[in-house]
């Protein structure tokens, strides 16, 4: 097909952050890691209930065995990294900032596996029910960064019809390029996994998004797309275009009400690295243990992608990089953007980790924030067409419930706003402190509306 | 000639109609007021600070009115002003305790150890929802001054990334303990005057390790003073319901080694040095 002629799809607001990070590691091919002598395995990986722990200090595991079962629907299993004795059930420094229970494995060097689950190659004619039971089985997430439980998200609640699969690839995060190594290395895992999620769902309408700066990706995928009958649609390069609202926007040109789902608009949006992940559960019949990570910035000796278990402490995934050259100030978890910032370089990385970013002082820019100057460049910017700019006014007058009439619970945390702001206000801090506050607001009148 | 007449006719009757009109209307749409209450709200302070757990002083001064509450349920007045609005009212002051507020943490910025920078928002909910906030410690002061935008009478100070309360001006109204994020501000009996002034229940090792000037639990003042002192777990509390607390002198001679525990005098002066030291 001729590329020029191609319509390019795209959402309304959103921002067009420096993307020269990118090029720092997406011309190299994944490494594997090799076997560390000790992983830490956050417990809880998956947003919602954390699972329950199995294992006891002093026990042997072999890789793939399962150390802690899910609690409930909102929860995912968890499943050893390598094999090796549980030393025990330690705190470690959190992905959030405050300490997390992690179960601390020291490996035994031989990497022993168990086979937990039976390969399903013709999962074509296989129960959908299976399959399911299956997703969560090997404990998948979604790796594109909420580790929201699969098995949930492909669960359509009863009353609603989906008809469109879409799986992102936009990777729209400036540095990040762990997706598109993925989809350029191995595209029939990432198309084999669209058709089991696909079969699972009963949707023959499956998209993939790809934002254009990834032709090489966009090519490799339409090699094979025809054979499953999945259809590449390319995307233009804005941010937050891989985030689900605006991906449903720009390719099915439908638009999620506010306090809705994609399951209202009849969609499901999947990250290519689940996807992946969950080809390999059904077809290979093994469990989420590793994925690729984007170790990149520019103080890092030679940035790169790197297939790391769940469970590396941070540090080691700098020294796989041949460690630092200059002083870093700034640990992100995550993509530049929406990442979060870490305080200890012991943070074990975890199932929803696409990126280990570390700045220098310079390029974490520190910044004085000033007043609003009313230029509304991020109301322009806000993909959820916010006056983000008011939003924040109000939260800092004391005006939750007027932030609250005007939609703030809407907020993607995109952070576009905060990028554009020529006074470096704080505004997705100032927008997430109305958030959490609401949140309560709300959960204090139901548990008073039960009383 | 005759138009002045029926003038003053007209004018003659409209007044006898409308003021007819009046006296009914004021006999059967008469609002029944207590006096008393305008008595109490002009006895009041009127700074409307919800500390009595009203919505307002005139809210307040129906309540004392009425008999619902007690005139000494106000925490900004004095002893003589409750006592004025017993009198005026020919009831009990009531009994009770005025209240302080004390923000139980002493790690300020060279106390505790600081993270890298924190360059968001000047708010202390905001902050501590960033990887537990700027300061090593998960559970001291944030050191934002949530609490001293709240403080309706500016009795709150944040000096080196701490907040203190000063004690003349606190009324204990508590809206700075509805502020605090961390919920480290208590309200304590005015006339106590030491207080542990840490609220970490982390191991002695690991607050030692983020604070020197936390509770490390060594039960020190416990084992000098049993009956006024407690220690649960890494961290010692005032009984601030015991009959006797110690004074001034005696706190001195239990020589807390971090100096978490410590009069409201002694904090803010150590505090106030630091802060002058640095301007040198």
Request: net charge positive; glycine share 10%.
């Amino acid at each position: 097909m001729n590329k020029s002629s191609r319509k390019v799809m795209s959402f309304t607001g959103g921002i067009h952050p420096v993307s020269a990070g990118k090029k720092l590691t997406n011309t190299q091919a994944v490494h594997t890691a090799p076997l560390l002598e000790r992983y830490t395995v956050l417990v809880q990986e998956n947003a919602g209930k954390a699972p329950e722990v199995i294992v006891k200090p002093g026990d042997k595991v072999l890789k793939y065995q399962l150390l802690a079962q899910a609690s409930g629907f909102v929860s995912a299993n968890l499943h050893s990294p390598t094999s090796g004795e549980v030393a025990g059930i330690v705190e470690v420094p959190g992905p959030m900032g405050v300490p997390a229970l992690a179960i601390d494995i020291r490996a035994d060097g031989e990497d022993r596996e168990t086979d937990p689950f039976e390969p399903i190659p013709d999962w074509r004619s296989t129960d959908p029910k299976v399959l399911l039971d299956r997703v969560s089985d090997a404990g998948l997430v979604g790796m594109g960064g909420a580790s929201f439980p699969t098995r949930v998200k492909l669960s359509i609640p009863p009353g609603k019809k989906v008809d469109t699969l879409i799986l992102n690839g936009a990777e729209c995060e400036p540095y990040l390029s762990a997706d598109h190594r993925l989809m350029l290395e191995s595209p029939c895992r990432v198309l084999e996994g669209a058709a089991i999620i696909g079969h699972i769902l009963g949707i023959d309408k499956i998209y993939i998004g790809i934002e254009i700066n990834k032709h090489d990706a966009i090519a490799e995928l339409e090699r094979f797309s025809e054979d499953y009958g999945i259809k590449i649609v390319p995307l233009q390069v804005q941010y937050p275009q891989g985030s689900e609202k605006q991906l449903i926007h720009a390719i099915v040109n439908r638009i999620v009400p506010p306090g809705g789902l994609p399951a209202d608009v009849g969609c499901v949006v999947q990250n290519v690295g689940t996807a992946a992940a969950l080809s390999d559960a059904v077809t290979l019949g093994i469990p989420l243990v590793e994925r690729i990570v984007t170790v990149s910035g520019k103080v890092l000796k030679d940035p790169g992608n790197w297939k790391l278990r769940i469970g590396t402490p941070v540090i080691k995934a700098i020294e796989f990089c041949g460690g630092v050259t200059d002083e870093p100030s700034k640990l992100i978890l995550g993509g530049p953007m929406m990442g979060f910032a870490q305080n200890s370089y012991e943070v074990p990385v975890a199932k929803n980790t696409s990126g280990v970013l570390l700045f220098s002082r310079r390029r974490a820019l520190n910044y004085r924030s000033g007043s609003c100057i009313r230029c509304g460049r991020c109301v322009q910017g806000c993909p959820m067409g916010l006056c983000t700019c008011l939003l924040a006014t109000a939260i800092e007058g004391g005006r939750i419930d007027l932030a609250e009439q005007n939609h703030v619970m809407d907020c993607l945390e995109c952070g576009s706003c905060a990028y554009v702001c020529p006074a470096h206000r704080p505004l997705v801090q100032t927008l997430r402190l109305a958030k959490a506050e609401i949140r309560r607001q709300r959960a204090a009148a139901k548990a008073k509306a039960e009383k | 000639m005759s138009n002045l007449v029926i003038a003053a006719l007209v004018m003659g009757v409209l007044a006898l109609v409308l003021g007819t009109a009046i006296g009914i209307f004021v006999k059967f749409f008469k609002v029944k007021s207590d006096p008393r209450v305008e008595l109490v709200l002009e006895l009041l302070p009127g700074a409307n600070c919800g500390g009595c757990g009203c919505a307002g002083c005139a809210d307040f001064a129906k309540a004392v009115a009425s008999g619902r509450l007690k005139p000494n349920g106000c925490p900004v007045s004095s002893q003589e002003q409750v006592n004025a609005i017993a009198f005026a009212l020919g009831v009990d002051p009531g009994e009770g305790f005025a209240r302080r507020a004390v923000v139980c943490c002493s790690g300020d910025k060279f106390q505790t150890q600081m993270r890298k920078f924190y360059n968001g928002a000047i708010d202390c909910a905001a902050a501590s929802m960033i990887g537990g906030g700027p300061k090593g410690c998960r559970y001291g002061c944030i050191g934002m001054g949530n609490c001293a935008h709240a403080c309706p009478f500016g009795a709150i100070e944040v000096i080196n990334s701490l907040a203190v309360v000063h004690q003349e001006l606190c009324v204990g109204c508590g809206k700075c303990v509805a502020a605090c994020p961390r919920g480290i501000i208590k309200l304590v009996p005015a006339d106590s005057t030491a207080h542990v002034y840490c609220s970490s229940p982390e191991k002695g090792a690991v607050k030692r390790s983020l604070c020197h000037g936390g509770c490390i639990g060594c039960g020190k003042c416990e084992r000098a003073f049993p009956d006024s002192f407690t220690k649960t777990g890494f961290l010692a509390s005032v009984k601030y319901d015991a009959a006797k607390l110690p004074g001034a002198e005696e706190i001195q001679t239990i020589k807390c080694p971090t100096g978490a525990l410590a009069t409201e005098v002694d904090h803010y002066a150590g505090e106030k040095a630091v802060r002058e030291g640095e301007k040198k």
